[in-house]
C-alpha cells in the first residue's frame, strides 16, 4: 500500500489542523493505520492508531484529549485532527500502515509506543509548525 499525507501547515498556538492520509494499491480496509510524528532532533514518536476495523483508537498521553483518529475504508482515507495545537506539536508528521491483526485481551489492538518498526508502510511525511 502506498501512502501520501497532506494537510500540514503553520499554525498559531491552540489552532486545528487536518492531517490526510491517502491510501493506494493494496485494500485499504485491511491495514491499521497510525500517526507518528519526529520533530527536530527527536526519535520518531506514536501519536495515534486506529485498527482496520476502526474499533480501537488508541493515542499517546501527549495529544490524548486534543486530537482525533479516523478513517475512512470506502474512501481510502485516514484523519488526524488535531485541536488545542501546542508549539511542541511542531513535527514531521508520518502515517504509518501494518496488515497484522491484533488482539490483546480480546479487544483488537494497534501498537503506538512499540516503536515504529511495527509498520511496514509509510508516506513521506507532512510538516506541522505551531507557532507560539
Known amino acids: 500500500v502506498q501512502l501520501v499525507e497532506s494537510g500540514g501547515g503553520l499554525v498559531q498556538a491552540g489552532g486545528s489542523l487536518r492531517l490526510s492520509c491517502t491510501a493506494s494499491?493494496?485494500?485499504?480496509?485491511?491495514?491499521?493505520i497510525a500517526w507518528f510524528r519526529q520533530a527536530p532532533g527527536k526519535q520518531r514518536e506514536g501519536v495515534s492508531c486506529?485498527?482496520?476495523?476502526?474499533?480501537?483508537?488508541y493515542y499517546s498521553n501527549s495529544v490524548k484529549g486534543r486530537f482525533t483518529i479516523s478513517r475512512d475504508n470506502a474512501k481510502n482515507m485516514a484523519y488526524l485532527q488535531m485541536n488545542s495545537l501546542e508549539a511542541e506539536d511542531t513535527a514531521v508528521y508520518y502515517c504509518?500502515?501494518?496488515?497484522?491483526?491484533?488482539?490483546?485481551?480480546?479487544?483488537?489492538?494497534?501498537?503506538?509506543?512499540?516503536?515504529?518498526?511495527?509498520?511496514?508502510?509509510w508516506g513521506q511525511g507532512t510538516q506541522v509548525t505551531v507557532s507560539s
Open positions: 504509518a500502515a501494518e496488515n497484522v491483526p491484533r488482539w490483546v485481551n480480546g479487544r483488537r489492538w494497534c501498537p503506538l509506543s512499540e516503536g515504529d518498526s511495527e509498520y511496514d508502510y
Open positions: 494499491g493494496r485494500p485499504f480496509s485491511s491495514y491499521t
Open positions: 486506529i485498527t482496520s476495523d476502526e474499533g480501537s483508537r
